[in-house]
């Protein structure tokens, strides 16, 4: 069983940056993972994925250039790095244990097993 856990979310003005933590409590954090979000309305939208081993970061267009994705395997933490952000990066931020190779389908939602509760970021204009 793996529990994924996001945190840093907040309300933050247009232009500013924001750092989101993904916690898991498992033994090993060997394993693969994505980044989504889902506003009001909306479908759950792919926004990063990054390797297990921290290499194999793959973006969507839509934050390519702005936000950055990382992880530390000694803390068991994943990181969304985001700068830059605009009103349309509001949403609920959700991080996820991606099955098979990093760069296979990311942007699936079905690529996907484990699912964190999610943090809520609001961008102000």
């Known amino acids: 069983q793996v529990q994924l856990a996001e945190s840093g979310g907040g309300l933050v003005q247009a232009g500013d940056s924001l750092r989101l933590s993904c916690a898991a409590s498992v033994g090993t954090f060997n394993f693969n993972m994505g980044w989504f979000r889902q506003a009001p309305g909306k479908e759950r939208e792919f926004v990063a994925a990054?390797?297990?081993?921290?290499?194999?970061?793959v973006y969507a267009d839509s934050v390519k250039g702005r936000f950055t994705v990382s992880r530390d395997n000694a803390k068991n933490t994943g990181y969304l790095q985001m700068t830059s952000l605009k009103a349309e990066d509001t949403a609920v931020y959700y991080c996820?244990?991606?099955?098979?190779?990093?760069?296979?389908?990311?942007?699936?939602?079905?690529?996907?097993?484990?699912w964190g509760q999610g943090t809520q970021v609001t961008v102000s204009s």
């Open positions: 996820a244990r991606k099955l098979g190779a990093v760069t296979y389908n990311p942007g699936l939602v079905e690529q996907y097993d484990y």
């Open positions: 990054i390797g297990w081993n921290g290499g194999s970061n």
